[in-house]
């Protein structure tokens, strides 16, 4: 059986899936049922400093975004840092930890932007036996208006400040999350690494506005006919996040720094694919507050059984291993030669895929009498619009041309040669290495 076992940052946990710091995590009481259902370890929700805690607006907080099945796709909130006393939330995680050592508990914490707030803060943290810290730089609405939240983490200066801070008055591991809503996810992942960090987390969420009611014309959700901008994140923002830690796994400067990845993971396979892109482990919210703390069954149970297929005995196998396949596109193989094929047996004859060919992209599929669907060989371009709008996995897949073929669009041979790209002479990447 596959070892499911993580040791990141020197932080041990039984398995990946760790939650991350919002309502899952808020209190004791869900913090020992996340871990008596097996999750790896908690980020605690995010704790402010000493004094009167926040006020939540007392309307709908969340907002939604389904697909047609009403499956939750994307999920939008304006709440903020936790609203329960520092003391109490403190004392409960101590307890937790106490009772749980071998799960992981980091305490996520978001102060003002000032070294006495931080020091204040930090060894009544350690105090708990919180295994770590997350520095949360990223949440995009209510504490950034205060000068905290995104707005640090949209200034590399001050996340190598804070995290030199908490570097100097923490002895522990300092994981710095990072906020998407920035051009250059690199810029502030070397300003953590700069700080001494020894991990960053991402994402946070996405600003956004998930939709406008009409009535009142007003964003929703909406607080008494008055909305604003909240933080995005659940299925729809995964590719986002993956391209992001991809960024980040790849850049020279914060090669090798341990990631832990966020943002949309619901499978056991999202999981996978954030760790192959270089993350240690993964940390979830939306799929938890969707389908409940017992989703990290089927996740722990789709991990192991994929590996164990695969043969990878550890998780430490996984990370990074898709890395060296991320390129820029001027390193992509342009003598490689796909053709869509459709399955006429699968194929229920909607027509999405000539409708979507035909009026929008190469005139590549033919209505045949009896609404048969055929690729047109010598117009095909192999964009893939056709397999993305078909209604039936796997009718619609694109298929490689041998070397040898004529590709009838462009009467050009397939040659057998450019079958190896790495090393092939058009190559950038290989004129670069000789
Ligand atoms: C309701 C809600 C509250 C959140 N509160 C916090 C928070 O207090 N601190 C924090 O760092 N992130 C917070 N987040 C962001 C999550 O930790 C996570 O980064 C984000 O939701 C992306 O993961 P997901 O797609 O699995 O939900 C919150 C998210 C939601 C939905």
């Given at each position: ?15 990946p899936?760790w939650?991350?710091?919002a309502p899952?995590?808020?209190?004791e009481?869900?913090v020992?049922r996340a871990?008596?259902?097996?999750w ?5 929700k ?12 007392n309307g ?5 975004i389904?697909g047609?099945?009403?499956r939750l ?11 329960r006393?520092l003391?109490v939330?403190?004392e409960e995680?101590?307890?937790?930890k106490?009772d ?5 508990l980091?305490?996520?914490?978001m102060?003002?932007?000032e ?7 930090l ?7 919180a295994d770590g ?13 205060r ?5 640090v983490?949209?200034?590399p200066e ?6 030199r ?18 051009t250059d996810?690199?810029k502030p ?7 001494g ?12 506005i998930t939709s ?7 964003p ?5 006919g ?9 299925p729809a ?13 790849r850049?020279e400067?914060?090669r090798?720094?341990?990631i832990?990845g ?12 954030f760790m ?5 482990n993964?940390q ?21 059984a994929?590996?164990d297929?695969?043969g990878?005995?550890?998780?430490a ?5 898709a890395?060296?396949?991320v390129?820029?596109w001027q390193?992509?193989?342009l ?5 869509a ?24 599929i033919?209505?045949?009498p009896?609404r048969?669907f055929e690729?047109?060989?010598e ?22 041309l ?11 041979v397939v040659e057998?040669?450019?079958?190896n ?7 950038p990447?290989?004129?670069?290495a000789e």
């Amino acid at each position: 059986m596959a070892d499911l076992t993580t040791d990141f940052v020197g932080i041990k946990s039984p398995n990946p899936f760790w939650l991350a710091s919002a309502p899952p995590t808020d209190k004791e009481y869900n913090v020992r049922r996340a871990f008596e259902a097996g999750w790896g370890g908690v980020v605690w929700k995010t704790l402010g400093a000493e004094g009167p805690p926040v006020v939540n607006v007392n309307g709908p907080r969340y907002g939604a975004i389904y697909g047609a099945d009403r499956r939750l796709l994307g999920l939008n909130n304006i709440e903020l840092i936790t609203d329960r006393p520092l003391e109490v939330n403190l004392e409960e995680m101590a307890r937790v930890k106490a009772d749980y050592p071998d799960r992981a508990l980091i305490a996520s914490i978001m102060v003002p932007c000032e070294e006495a707030a931080w020091k204040a803060i930090l060894p009544r943290v350690a105090e708990t036996g919180a295994d770590g810290i997350e520095l949360n730089f990223g949440c995009p609405h209510g504490m950034s208006e205060r000068g905290m939240g995104s707005a640090v983490g949209q200034v590399p200066e001050y996340i190598e400040m804070v995290t030199r801070w908490c570097k100097e008055y923490y002895d522990r591991p300092v994981i710095v999350k990072l906020t998407p809503n920035i051009t250059d996810i690199r810029k502030p992942a070397e300003a953590a690494r700069n700080g001494g960090a020894d991990a960053v987390s991402l994402i946070n969420t996405i600003n956004s506005i998930t939709s406008v009611d009409l009535d009142q014309m007003c964003p929703q959700p909406t607080i008494d006919g008055k909305g604003s901008h909240g933080g995005y994140c659940g299925p729809a923002v995964k590719p986002i996040a993956l391209s992001m830690v991809s960024e980040i796994a790849r850049a020279e400067a914060t090669r090798g720094m341990p990631i832990s990845g966020i943002g949309g993971v619901t499978t056991w396979r999202d999981a996978a694919e954030f760790m192959a892109l270089g993350c240690g482990n993964v940390q979830v919210c939306t799929a938890a507050m969707t389908y409940g703390f017992r989703i990290v069954e089927e996740m722990t149970r789709g991990l192991s059984a994929w590996m164990d297929e695969k043969g990878y005995t550890s998780t430490a196998e996984i990370v990074g291993r898709a890395v060296p396949n991320v390129t820029d596109w001027q390193y992509l193989n342009l003598n490689y030669v796909t053709k869509a094929r459709i399955d006429q047996d699968a194929c229920i004859q909607c027509g999405r895929c000539y409708a979507a060919c035909e009026d929008t992209s190469h005139q590549a599929i033919a209505m045949k009498p009896g609404r048969v669907f055929e690729v047109v060989d010598e117009e095909c371009v192999a964009c893939n619009l056709c397999v993305d709008v078909c209604p039936v996995e796997d009718c619609i897949t694109m298929v490689e041309l041998e070397p040898g073929a004529t590709d009838p669009r462009t009467g050009r041979v397939v040659e057998s040669e450019y079958a190896n790209w790495t090393t092939h002479p058009n190559n950038p990447a290989a004129q670069a290495a000789e």
